[in-house]
């Protein structure tokens, strides 16, 4: 069983949409991250969220952790096509430090 | 700063050949270590972490193996590869916690990526 389900799984949308892609989970994490890939190369890590109900903002992604700690959502405002990429969620349960990731969110923003 | 490098980043093997993959951290002392593996661009499995040296826990039994000879070196191998060894591993380290206060967050830096092919 998937401890981190991502949806949707494949994104593609024009330059300028907004897009919203979510992180959900029957357990609580003590914390999420989100971390964007590129073809061939290494995920990075874009945020941590840590308290229930958390929003923070990275330009124009906005991430937001659940109330509950369950589930967490990234909001980008006007796609643009360097945002092209593998979008992956991932947590820590409870107190143990090895992180659980979720499948991944294929985003392609088409000029 | 921190930095991590991974290599080769490109290796094409047959069958039954040995591997080893060699990962390093610089600007860090101490780190937790990890080796993974990317199917198809995808989710990321956890095949091995290590909290110090000639510590290693393995998550998922396989053909593979890791060692991490010194603090900051995580080697990642295998005797006899097969097919379904081929995929993109990818090494990261992370903060060891340190104090009761501490917040585990649990952040990953990874290396670039090698990417196996077994033929």
């Known amino acids: 069983t998937q401890l981190l389900e991502q949806s949707p799984q494949f994104l593609s949308i024009q330059e300028g949409e907004n897009l919203t892609v979510y992180c959900n989970s029957s357990s609580v994490f003590s914390s999420l991250q989100w971390y964007r890939q590129e073809p061939g190369e290494g995920p990075v890590l874009l945020v941590t969220?840590?308290?229930?109900?958390e929003v923070k903002k990275l330009k124009r992604l906005t991430f937001q952790f659940g109330d509950a700690r369950k589930d967490s959502s990234l909001h980008i405002t006007a796609a643009q096509p360097g945002d092209t990429g593998l979008y992956l969620c991932a947590g820590v349960p409870g107190s143990n430090y090895k992180l659980t990731f979720g499948k991944g969110t294929l985003l392609t923003v088409n000029p | 700063s921190q930095t991590i490098h991974q290599w080769p980043a490109t290796l094409v093997q047959p069958v039954g050949s040995p591997l080893s993959l060699e990962c390093t951290v610089e600007?860090?002392?101490?780190?937790?270590l990890y080796w993974y593996r990317q199917a198809a661009g995808r989710g990321l499995q956890l095949l091995f972490y290590s909290v110090g040296i000639g510590q290693i826990s393995s998550e998922v039994p396989q053909n593979l193996s890791a060692s991490r000879p010194q603090d900051r070196q995580f080697i990642l191998s295998s005797k006899k590869l097969l097919l379904s060894d081929s995929g993109f591993y990818l090494c990261a380290w992370s903060v060891i916690p340190r104090g009761p206060t501490l917040r585990v967050s649990g952040e990953l830096f990874f290396g670039e990526g090698s990417r196996l092919t077994v033929l």
């Open positions: 969220v840590v308290t229930g109900g």
């Open positions: 600007g860090t002392s101490n780190p937790n």
